[in-house]
């Protein structure tokens, strides 16, 4: 728990020291350090460790190894292994760190947690509600940018979607502990918390919210939810962030990231079908050892892209996965993103809106990839271990029950 909390708020940590960025990566070493030795307890012990999910996941991961390995060993690697090594684990780590928490979790008592989660939870918006109103009189946080006419603001965390995501884990997190003691929804907070997602001008992090907030007023009067209002929500989301969604996709877009993302189809075309192997284009490991793609497709004149200042290199996950692994990479990846959500649900102990509920921070993050920065970020570690925490407690209260 003390590991979630701080995964929770490392983004605050690297702003405030530099050298703590490296928090989430040392969490998910760490997860599969003490897995790997449960298992091996477990194995002598006879008892079962490792179910389906996992070695299916394993066989899809290995797949996607020589995918992305592969280009390096043909063509020539412009990184040090060490990198390119680096650069798959930054492509993998929230499904390490996922498959090593579900060992781990399994047999924790995390039901004694929830009193004081509540507390932090609430104890975070009414902080982040105070520094926004002492920002009103005393500027103290510095516009990030401008957004649906007003200044947005990132609260400490480096970047407004950072935030965001927090805020999304909390709100996830008390509507979870309602369902599961059988309480009224915290509308109030709710209420709030989409307030501060409005402060961080992230659209499409409020259009996912919104859609959430409409399916939490009609979940006290339905048993399952109908396919026509899983459409209805798409579809309002997709009205709400189409700005977004074309501003990022648009060919007549100059932005970092939209150009990252279009040159990375062109080249899985010029590459294919491996892609132009890891440390190559869009990771950190090509920004270190600057790619001479970068050079090739014209992007080192891009603001934020070229060799003297290439500070948005990383900003778009999909760039990075499609460029460097390739379409039959991105498939595959696809393919992983997939398992895992069946996975996440077959572990849940509950009804359809439990599901739902512990499932939606996973969704938040692969619905927001292609726009945003989550998944290239240690974000999604949160996320992950978010996830973890709420599948032990349904399975705790379950047997509880049973019991």
């Known amino acids: 728990m003390i590991l979630f909390v701080l995964a929770i708020f490392s983004s605050c940590l690297e702003a405030l020291v530099p050298a703590l960025g490296y928090v989430n990566e040392l969490i998910v070493v760490g997860f599969a350090a003490v897995a790997l030795v449960k298992v091996f307890f477990l194995e002598k012990a006879e ?8 070695l299916l996941s394993l066989v899809l991961c290995s797949v996607f190894f020589l995918i992305a390995f592969l280009p390096n060993l043909f063509t020539g690697a412009h990184s040090t292994i060490l990198m390119q090594a680096y650069t798959f684990f930054g492509m993998t780590k929230f499904l390490l ?60 965390f480096g970047h407004p979607a950072p935030f965001s995501m927090v805020v ?4 996830v ?30 659209s499409t992090a409020i259009g996912i919210y919104l ?21 209805l929500l798409g579809a309002f989301l997709a009205w709400f962030s189409w700005d977004r969604i ?8 100059t932005e970092a990231r939209g150009v ?74 696809i393919a992983l993103f997939i398992v895992t959500l069946i996975a996440i649900v077959r572990s849940i102990s509950g009804d359809f809106k439990l599901k739902l509920i512990v499932v939606f921070p996973y969704i938040y993050a692969l619905l927001t990839s292609p726009v945003d920065t ?27 029950e049973i019991r």
């Open 246 to 253: 074309m501003n990022q996709f648009g060919s007549e877009n």
């Open 97 to 156: 760190l996922f498959y090593s928490g579900r060992i781990l979790v399994k047999g924790m008592d995390l039901t004694a947690t929830i009193p004081w989660m509540k507390r932090l939870a609430w104890l975070f918006t009414f902080t982040c509600y105070g520094i926004y109103a002492l920002n009103l009189v005393f500027p103290i946080m510095q516009p990030f940018d401008t957004r649906f006419g007003m200044p947005t603001y990132d609260y400490g």
């Open 260 to 333: 990252l993302l279009r040159t990375s189809v062109q080249i899985a075309q010029d590459h294919a079908p491996f892609g132009a192997g890891l440390g190559m284009f869009g990771s950190h490991a090509s920004r270190l050892h600057y790619s001479p793609l970068y050079y090739d497709y014209n992007l080192s004149r891009v603001w934020g892209l070229s060799s003297g200042n290439p500070a948005f290199i990383t900003d778009s996950y999909w760039a990075m996965i499609i460029g460097e692994t390739g379409l039959l990479g991105a498939i595959c990846l």
């Open 168 to 171: 999304i884990i909390f709100t």
């Open 211 to 231: 859609c959430f907030f409409l399916l939490l007023l009609i979940f006290p009067y339905i048993k399952r939810l109908p396919v026509y209002m899983y459409v």
């Open 47 to 54: 008892k079962k460790a490792l179910d389906g999910w996992i």
């Open 374 to 400: 989550l998944l290239a970020s240690g974000s999604i570690i949160s996320i992950m271990l978010a996830v973890m925490y709420m599948m032990g407690l349904s399975r705790e209260v379950t047997e509880e």
């Open 173 to 202: 997190l008390l509507v979870f502990f309602s369902l599961l003691q059988k309480k009224s929804l915290p509308y109030l907070y709710l209420v709030l918390n989409l307030g501060l997602i409005f402060t961080a001008g992230r």
